[in-house]
């Protein structure tokens, strides 16, 4: 049997899986693609692996390239519209907003409830492959190259330095993540779908000294782009944000399809990949049990402390927008940081 009939025959046969793939893989649209390449190479058993060997994914699918989208398009198409929660596929062009006139700042300026704020992106080349279908260290050491051309031009605030995690000590390593700043090798799902293949070469972090400006290069995405810093002011680092990526912008080109925005290895993070978070305590929320509900309700994900599928700790939380496509970045930073104000006020009146 091949690779390609064996992940089906695992996930038809899966009656319990919940995952979007396992919703939207039909039979007609398995025997559609099962034939079908990319120019990069790329195949549905690319796209499908992680969620076919975890059948507990959420969302199961993942892009082999930028292409993918394109090429197997109406099995993305469903999941994004389902995952998204929108009628069609039809995301706006980049709307970042007045960054000098944004109308909000500090969320907690009493420094009470909320520890830390952060704002990332995601972006990919066009020309490199997404991790399952990356065949060699020389594509991810390309990247790399080419990014770091870009990253030493950038002056003042964002100036930094680049680690390779080929020369990280295993302290400095274990530091950087346990401070929040580096990514870790230990999801199973970015696995099965290529992410720690050739680990760790080609993976790094470029910050400025004062860790506030942050970039992952061939985490899960090609490239992350963050910018963090303790507190609520949730203006300063969106700000810094976005004159990072309108500087980047000027150097390199990024994946971008009509009606798809910026393109991202998950197709979680398609759009204006924009996750805008903080560390928030709300012990109360969570004792009552009705963080989960609200959180819904406002359109917002709470994670734990060390992030995806991680547990909370100290009733301190990890809250941020759920929807990254159909909205615009100015949008989805509003809708974050509404939900933020809501949840601050509901833990207040408890
Ligand atoms: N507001 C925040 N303050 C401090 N650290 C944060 C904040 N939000 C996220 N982090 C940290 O960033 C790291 C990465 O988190 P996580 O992997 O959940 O999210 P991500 O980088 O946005 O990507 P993805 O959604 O693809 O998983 C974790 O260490 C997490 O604790
Ligand atoms: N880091 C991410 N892209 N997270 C979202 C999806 C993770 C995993 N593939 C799932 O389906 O549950």
Request: proline share 3%; hydrophobic share 35%.
């Amino acid at each position: 049997m091949s690779e390609l009939a064996d992940l089906w025959a695992k996930i038809e046969g899966a009656k319990d899986c919940k995952s979007l793939l396992k919703k939207y893989l039909t039979k007609e649209l398995y025997e559609k693609y099962k034939d079908t390449k990319t120019s990069l190479g790329g195949t549905l058993a690319d796209c499908i692996r992680s969620g076919c060997l975890n059948l507990d994914s959420g969302v199961g699918l993942y892009a082999c390239d930028p292409e993918a989208y394109t090429v197997f398009k109406d099995l993305f198409d469903a999941v994004i519209k389902d995952y998204h929660k929108v009628p069609a596929v039809n995301h706006p062009q980049p709307d970042f907003g007045d960054i000098n006139n944004l109308g909000f700042g500090d969320l907690d300026p009493d420094g009470k409830m909320i520890v830390s704020t952060r704002v990332r992106v995601g972006r990919s080349h066009n020309e490199f492959a997404f991790p399952p279908s990356i065949k060699s260290t020389e594509q991810r050491k390309q990247m790399e190259k080419n990014t770091l051309e870009a990253l030493n031009t950038l002056e003042g605030e964002l100036a930094g330095k680049y680690y390779s995690l080929e020369t990280m000590t295993k302290d400095e390593q274990k530091q950087l993540i346990e401070d929040h700043f580096l990514f870790k090798d230990d999801d199973r799902f970015l696995r099965d779908a290529g992410g720690y293949s050739f680990w760790p070469e080609g993976r790094g972090i470029f910050h400025n000294p004062s860790k506030t400006f942050l970039v992952w290069i061939n985490e899960e995405d090609h490239l992350r782009f963050i910018s963090m810093q303790q507190g609520g002011d949730l203006a300063t680092v969106y700000k810094r944000l976005v004159n990072a990526i309108q500087q980047l912008e000027k150097k390199l080109t990024f994946a971008k399809k009509d009606g798809y925005g910026y393109l991202t290895f998950c197709p979680t993070n398609l759009g204006t990949t924009l996750r805008a978070s903080v560390h928030i305590k709300v012990p109360k929320l969570a004792a009552a049990g009705k963080l989960n509900a609200l959180c819904a309700g406002l359109n917002l994900q709470p994670r734990g402390i060390h992030g995806e599928h991680t547990e909370s700790e100290g009733g301190i939380y990890d809250v941020s927008n759920k929807r990254r496509l159909g909205l615009t970045e100015i949008e989805a930073i509003q809708e974050m940081r509404k939900g933020v104000q809501e949840i601050m006020k509901a833990e207040l009146a408890l």
